[in-house]
């Protein structure tokens, strides 16, 4: 307990030149709050910001410790933050003459779609209402603020904040909508600002009869009695279903709290001398550095968001196939284009980041309502990270930093095969909020989406629009398409931060019951599959090939990639088992073969004869008989290993020797039965016996990896030779080959003695063979079964390098099989009784233990021992992370995640130079200048690597 609630400061004033606040103050004030406080009084920027103040997240914590109750003294604050207000607006909240309007804004941390929205113009009531008609001489604003404000209150203070569950569905937003709607359509206006003042004021008559019906309460006539409700709906929003939900998806925690912002209200809805605008520094849908946005003339708050009109654009370069007729604001009001376009640099300068920015104009007057780090995908943030770099706006190590290494994925994502675009017509075009391509069945709810995903379908979100409400069934889809809405909507905004493709403001397709029907006359029913073009907005009827883009042309990207390797010291490797994996993988950035699965040749294209040999030599009963059927398998393994060490050109493949449980092996169909069993020239009875001969209880614990070597000797023999006389080959062609022979499922250091035995045997007969000296080769084990890391000291005196299996080692480290965890993890994950799966990210606190022990123990005894990981969490960032810090000279992944797994070790390294920084006393923290410290890291690192 620091200070006692009651000395507390809770209140946080900005406005006028000043701020209480700053930029630094997110956890206390929010993201909104404190950028706020930041334009409104940071010397550099003093920007046009209505005053307000910020109620901190200290309450929402002592609200929710405290029954739902306030700290006793913040009634007194805000009474004094609002006399500030005040005095700068010359106006009085509440004051019948000249009121005062506020807006009632909430704002964690963290942007947070699933929070109470805004309420505006707050403090109109039967009674000031009239000097707010004196005042502006405007009645039918005045009328107009004042339906919006019974609207706004009555949909997200009285019944969503209030926790009320609307009737047979439908809110009172929906009910009241539905009413002007009604009214709009029998006096036969277009859009809402044909609505007269004798319109406006009926509807508020009828709005507030329609809440006492479905609400059962009176909707409060006095501005300080809506204030303190708007307040506390913001706090009460913090637990509320959509931002649980939220939160849960984004791993933000729940201990976090939001703040409220009080802001005095400036009307864009003041004649068409005003407008409202969302407006982004650079675009951030492909990164372009220009400034971009939407406004609307004659509106108020989330009109623009809310897809009410068309936006139009605020310059020719914001303009859409929708908007390209539309006057922009340049044009419209050169002055205020020029005062906003000056802010907007002044603001991405200031940041030196990309800005997300609310403005309002009213009557000619420019005020900035918001400003954040704005949400981009991945191609936009890659991009972005770049030209900064060469603006010379952020250093190396930031622009690393910049971009997500999940982020990479979109750059990786599929596209739809273009050849088979340009020969389809598209069924309807909207505006491309989202890159990439995505198929999938067409559901038209959020719920739909969940359940039908949960089912393992592929769908595709279609809606008029998203709301909050929709959050996690957008999660779950491929991908959104709204037929309404801009480039600024929710659906847009939410899908820019995940990645997703996405399609929205589609006009051409009206959305009725689980159809939606094209302009063009196409029906999509519910089921149906369609193809998205997320990066030109394009939507196809069925499901279109996908296609995968050429990374190599991104300038951006391999800008960047460039700065990551003069960071990253972890080496990155990739699961390859075809030479075309290997060959893609090379493309990605791989330094090598983490692990070539020789099983693999077993399954797939030209694997019949292979899988053939491999059963009869699995059915035989004799060595003799094994033997023979090896010798026929050895030209097929020996031309696999060839053909992908030949790709690598002498970068390092670890190849592990045959790991499988046999019994996998055995074929099912009568035919191919019948076939083995005359190749063996015994009966099907015999073949019958020996098959169930095979069968184990507990195949994951049985009769595999380097157990099967020590019963068949022959088998690894085999392997080896191949391996040995491919690699021998290659080099004496001059093509070079560096093969590791890797030995699974080992858990003592004399299985390893075993098969190392056979392996100095055949390695002296191939070299004798080959007429070679040596062959360079490494011989290690995988390090999967928690004993063989506690005792990785004893495996080390025969293992060059250790391979840590995490998948197995997860497996056997927790008990948890790989295979059943579907049954129970969602329990454990919704329970939090773990907080991650820990087959996608390694188990640090635990599993992480045996790899740290087996690390330290293993170089104890060879200090030049080569350690690395393979299995999926190779490519996981946060598992790459750890790796690195636990000094590992390589993570291995798919192909697919080489480049996300570089970025990541990248992100790594310059963690660690930030925080030895820190550590470290001022005078030598000096010379660790950033940029100098990589290479020479590096160099060391690989000193480490090449010792061996
Ligand atoms: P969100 O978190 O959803 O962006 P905001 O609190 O920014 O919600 O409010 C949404 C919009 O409401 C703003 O972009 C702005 O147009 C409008 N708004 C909020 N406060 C005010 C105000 N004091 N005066 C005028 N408009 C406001
Ligand atoms: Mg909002
Ligand atoms: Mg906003």
């Given at each position: 307990m620091a200070t006692k609630a009651k000395d507390k400061k809770y209140v946080y004033s900005f406005g006028g030149g000043k701020a209480d606040g700053n930029e630094s103050m997110k956890n206390l004030l929010g993201g909104k709050g404190a950028n706020l406080a930041e334009m409104a009084g940071n010397p550099n920027l003093k920007l046009p910001v209505p005053p307000g103040f910020t109620i901190t997240t200290d309450v929402c914590t002592y609200y929710y410790d405290n029954k739902r109750t306030y700290p006793a003294i913040l009634k007194s604050q805000i009474e004094k933050a609002m006399v500030s207000v005040e005095k700068i607006m010359g106006k009085k909240f509440g004051d019948v003459k000249n009121p005062l309007l506020m807006s009632v804004r909430s704002g964690a941390r963290k942007s947070m779609p699933g929070m109470m929205d805004t309420v505006l113009n707050i403090g109109l009531t039967e009674k000031t209402i009239q000097g707010l008609i004196d005042n502006s001489g405007d009645a039918r604003f005045a009328y107009d603020a004042y339906r919006r404000l019974v609207m706004m209150y009555a949909d997200v203070v009285m019944e969503k904040a209030g926790g009320l569950e609307p009737a047979e569905g439908k809110g009172i937003r929906k009910i009241m909508d539905e009413v002007l709607e009604d009214l709009k359509k029998e006096k036969g206006y277009k859009i809402d600002t044909d609505l007269t003042v004798e319109d406006l004021k009926s509807l508020v008559v009828e709005f507030k009869k329609l809440i006492k019906k479905h609400l059962k309460q009176e909707f409060p006539e006095d501005a300080w009695g809506q204030l303190m409700g708007g307040v506390g709906a913001v706090f009460a929003s913090w637990n509320g279903k959509r931002a649980v939900e939220y939160r849960s998806i984004e791993r933000i925690?729940?201990?976090w709290g939001t703040a409220v912002n009080v802001q005095a209200m400036v009307f864009g809805n003041m004649g068409e001398g005003s407008c409202t605008g969302v407006a982004f520094t650079r675009n951030p849908g492909n990164g372009e550095n220009y400034f971009y946005g939407e406004y609307l003339v004659n509106a108020q708050g989330e009109d623009v968001v809310a897809g009410i009109r068309t936006p139009s654009p605020i310059n020719d370069k914001s303009k859409n196939d929708h908007s390209k007729d539309l006057v922009t604001l340049q044009k419209l009001s050169p002055k205020v284009y020029k005062e906003l376009d000056s802010i907007q640099k002044r603001l991405e300068k200031h940041y030196h980041d990309m800005q997300d920015i609310e403005f309002t104009v009213e009557q000619g007057k420019l005020f900035m309502l918001q400003c954040r780090v704005g949400k981009r995908n991945g191609s936009a943030a890659v991009r972005m990270a770049a030209d900064m770099y060469k603006e010379k706006m952020i250093d190396a190590a930031t622009a690393i930093q910049r971009v997500n290494p999940n982020q990479l994925v979109e750059l990786l994502l599929p596209m739809l095969d273009p050849k088979a675009e340009a020969t389809t017509k598209p069924i309807a075009k909207g505006l491309p909020a989202g890159p990439g391509g995505a198929i999938g069945r067409v559901v038209f709810s959020s719920e739909d989406a969940v359940a039908w995903a949960a089912k393992g379908e592929k769908v595709i979100l279609v809606r008029e629009e998203t709301s909050p409400e929709d959050v996690d069934g957008m999660h779950k889809a491929q991908a959104i398409l709204t037929s309404k809405g801009g480039m600024t909507s929710h659906a847009a905004l939410v899908a820019r931060g995940w990645g997703k493709c996405c399609i929205v403001g589609c006009s051409e397709i009206e959305i009725s019951g689980k159809k939606m029907i094209c302009k063009d006359g196409h029906e999509v029913k519910e089921g149906d599959w369609i193809s998205l073009n997320g990066t030109k907005g394009l939507v196809y009827e069925g499901m279109m090939a996908l296609s995968d883009v050429?990374?190599?042309?991104n300038k951006a990207y391999t800008e960047l990639m460039k700065l990551v390797d003069k960071y990253k010291t972890i080496g990155v490797r990739t699961n390859a088992d075809t030479p075309k994996d290997a060959k893609q993988a090379i493309e990605f950035g791989a330094e090598g073969i983490g692990l070539f699965r020789t099983e693999h040749m077993f399954y797939g294209e030209g694997s019949d004869r292979p899988l053939f040999l491999l059963r009869k030599m699995i059915m035989s009963s004799t060595e003799e008989e094994r033997r023979a059927a090896l010798d026929q398998l050895f030209g097929f393994v020996k031309k696999d290993m060839k053909a992908t060490m030949a790709v690598m050109k002498g970068k390092p493949v670890t190849i592990r020797l045959l790991d499988p449980p046999l019994h996998e092996f055995v074929p099912h169909d009568k035919h191919k039965l019948e076939e083995l069993a005359n190749a063996l020239g015994i009966n099907m009875d015999i073949l019958k016996k020996r098959i169930d001969g095979l069968h184990e209880n507990n195949p994951m614990l049985g009769h595999r990896g380097v157990r099967l070597g020590i019963t068949y000797p022959e088998i690894t023999e085999m392997q080896i030779r191949a391996i040995l006389e491919a690699a021998g080959e290659l080099n004496k062609e001059k093509a070079k080959a560096l093969p590791e022979i890797m030995v699974p499922v080992t858990c003592t250091v004399e299985e390893l003695d075993h098969q190392k035995a056979i392996f100095d045997r055949v390695y002296a007969e191939v070299c004798k063979k080959l007429k070679v000296k040596s062959i360079p080769h490494l011989y290690g084990t995988m390090i999967e079964i928690p004993r063989a890391a506690l005792l990785a000291d004893k495996m080390a005196q025969t293992a060059d390098f250790f391979s840590f299996g995490t998948n197995d080692l997860t497996q056997m480290g927790f008990g948890f099989s790989r295979d059943d965890i579907g049954g129970f993890l969602p329990d454990y994950l919704g329970g939090k009784i773990l907080a991650d799966d820990p087959f996608q990210t390694i188990d640090q606190d635990g599993i992480g233990q045996l790899i740290k022990y087996g690390v330290e123990r293993g170089r104890a005894t060879k200090p030049n021992l080569k350690v690395g990981i393979c299995g999926e969490h190779g490519g996981d960032p946060e598992s790459v992370k750890f790796c690195h810090r636990m000094g590992m000279n390589y993570v291995s992944c798919s192909p697919f995640r080489v480049p996300i797994a570089r970025l990541a070790a990248a992100h790594a390294a310059i963690e660690e130079q930030k925080s030895a920084k820190k550590a470290a006393p001022k005078k030598a923290s000096k010379k660790v200048v950033a940029k100098k410290a990589a290479p020479a890291k590096k160099a060391a690192a690989k000193k480490v690597a090449k010792k061996r």
């Open positions: 925690p729940d201990e050429d990374l190599a042309k």
